[in-house]
């Protein structure tokens, strides 16, 4: 069975720090790689994806992934944090195969004071 | 195109009374899931459909639930008999084809709280 663990259920920053919100991993098989993030009272959105190829996948706000098979993590980053990020992420695979159904971490909540 | 809707956006209801969500995809997408999210939890997997038939259904989804996708268009999502413990947020999600290629979208779901 697949599993995703997110490390930090909160992490709390101040405007134009560096943050990186942790997430490994557990698969027998290959997986594909997701971050999403969930404004409040808004629905899930996708922030940004690994599939295949470059092990680094960026978002268009200035977010970024590494996937790392090794560690088996997939840890987002960021190196200047807006007050308007702050929102619930989530962290999801899809193992190969099957009915590419997301199998999604409990969450960290990003909390960006000024 | 105005996206996944949900409706009711939020249901409050007496331990065991029935409850109805639907969900109305984006029109062209072919693949629907319904996921259940608890506080402090990321959203887990319920049920699957591709068109009208339903392909997988979580354990999680007891006897008392049961979805349905008529035509292949809109979903509902029933709980019989609710108990507390059925107090979530009900999300569902479409995709247009395989979700790691075409990607999926999500609903703003739909929070149920029994009292």
């Known amino acids: 069975a697949q599993s995703v663990t997110q490390l930090d259920s909160q992490v709390p920053v101040f405007e134009e720090a560096p943050v990186e919100l942790r997430c490994n991993y557990s698969s027998s098989v290959s997986v594909y790689l997701f971050w999403y993030v969930q404004y409040p009272n808004q629905g899930l959105q996708l922030l940004l994806k690994y599939l295949s190829g470059s092990t680094l996948v960026e978002s268009i706000n200035g977010f970024e992934a590494e996937f790392n098979k090794s560690q088996t993590s997939f840890h987002l980053r960021k190196p200047s944090v807006h007050i308007s990020d702050t929102a619930e992420y989530f962290c999801a695979v899809i193992p190969s195969g099957g009915y590419n159904k997301l199998i999604f971490g409990a969450g960290t909540r990003l909390a960006v004071h000024p | 195109d105005t996206g996944v809707s949900q409706n009711p956006r939020h249901k409050i209801t007496k331990r065991g009374q029935n409850v109805t969500f639907r969900c109305d995809p984006i029109s062209e997408h072919n693949r629907l899931y319904w996921y259940r999210q608890t506080l402090g939890q990321g959203p887990e997997f319920l049920t699957y459909f591709q068109n009208e038939a339903q392909l997988e259904k979580s354990r999680l989804l007891s006897d008392r639930f049961s979805a349905e996708r008529p035509k292949g268009s809109f979903s509902t999502l029933e709980i019989q008999r609710t108990e507390q413990g059925d107090s979530a947020m009900y999300l569902c999600?479409?995709?247009?084809?395989?979700?790691?290629?075409?990607?999926?979208?999500f609903g703003s779901g739909t929070r149920l709280t029994v009292v």
């Open positions: 999600a479409s995709s247009a084809g395989q979700g790691t290629n075409y990607g999926y979208t």
